[in-house]
């Protein structure tokens, strides 16, 4: 999978994942009023308008991108309802040909680790049979359990040619109270960033490995270190937008050859009808306006790294 990650992003020539991280208070009127109409006011009616939304948004912008990055936890929001549009949502965009990144943020103890990497990336058993769940491409990790939780999430991803991206230094403003953290004389998302590249060593593709890691785009210092202590692994890079993060902060986190590095915008697009950058196109045409801010931040980060 990773190496179709890079062969996508060269075609597209965006290194660029679009999140698919739907709020109802995102959906616009008119969508929301045709799924109460037919579920009312309930999780369904709810999930409903999530889906009509996503996949709207998802017919404007395939043919520009590479891959998309659904958050789980604003499905699991609407209960089952809601879980039920997640896999709406991954099937669509896998028919649509785009790569899927479950951001997930799975990690327990080993068994339930193995339990966890099965339903996103592997297969479960079912009597004679072996039947995919929610069969995202690649799913987000957390490795604060030490490597017993990750080694299940590894052994699915060498069976199933699927690949991690594991959290290394997260976005957020608080990210540094524990990750910045020195143990003796290295932070400890450094030491992260180490095992990452060594469970990466034992997963490689063609010339990245399958095990990647997330590092915040509004950390750019500590993306342009990280690069080198996981010269192999791809960086999945949250923050670009909403959080802050701009084209020219990144230059750091891609290898030379503008490859290495896929940087995530969620509400930036999803919600660009709603930006007064964007505000023309109206509530009616929010598909448009999101065609139109990933265009915008493809030329915004290919420009940074031209001029780098
Ligand atoms: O360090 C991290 C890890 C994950 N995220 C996730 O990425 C998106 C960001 O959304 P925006 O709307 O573009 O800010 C969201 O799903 C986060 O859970 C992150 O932001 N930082």
């Known amino acids: 999978m990773i190496n179709k990650l890079v062969e996508k992003i060269k075609q597209t020539k965006a290194p660029i994942v679009v999140g698919l991280d739907p709020m109802l208070s995102y959906v616009p009127e008119h969508i929301t009023k045709k799924a109460y109409a037919e579920y009312g006011e309930t999780l369904k ?14 017919d404007h912008i395939h043919d520009l991108i590479p891959a998309v990055k659904p958050q789980i936890a604003m499905y699991e929001q609407f209960g089952v309802e809601g879980l039920i549009t997640f896999q709406k949502t991954v099937d669509y965009c896998h028919e649509k040909n785009l790569i899927v990144i479950g951001d997930v943020k799975r990690g327990d103890i080993g068994s339930t680790s193995a339990a966890y990497a099965t339903a996103h990336l592997g297969k479960v058993q079912v009597g004679a049979k072996k039947i995919p769940a929610f069969n995202e491409d690649f799913a987000t990790v957390n490795p604060y359990l030490g490597s017993d939780g990750i080694t299940p999430f ?16 997260t976005s957020n403003p608080s990210s540094g109270e524990f990750q910045d953290q020195m143990i003796g004389e290295k932070h400890l998302y450094e030491m992260v960033g180490e095992r990452v590249a060594e469970w990466g060593s ?13 590092v915040g785009a509004t950390y750019p210092e500590q993306g342009k270190l990280l690069r080198k202590v996981m010269p192999k692994s791809f960086i999945l890079v949250p923050g670009y937008g909403a959080q802050g ?12 050859d503008g490859l290495g590095a896929i940087v995530n915008s969620s509400r930036g697009i999803i919600t660009a009808y709603k930006n007064e950058a964007y505000a023309s196109y ?15 931040m493809i030329a915004d980060i290919n420009g940074a790294l031209e001029r780098r």
């Open 45 to 58: 009616g709810a999930a409903e308008a999530i889906w009509l939304y996503n996949r709207e948004l998802i």
């Open 282 to 296: 109206g509530a009616e045409h929010f598909g448009e306006a999101a065609r139109a801010a990933v265009l915008d």
């Open 202 to 214: 034992e997963l490689m593709g063609d010339s990245y490995s399958y095990v990647g890691a997330v």
């Open 154 to 169: 590894l052994d699915v991803c060498k069976e199933e040619k699927k690949g991690l991206f594991i959290l290394v230094k």
């Open 245 to 256: 993060g701009k084209g020219e902060d990144l230059v750091h986190f891609f290898d030379e």
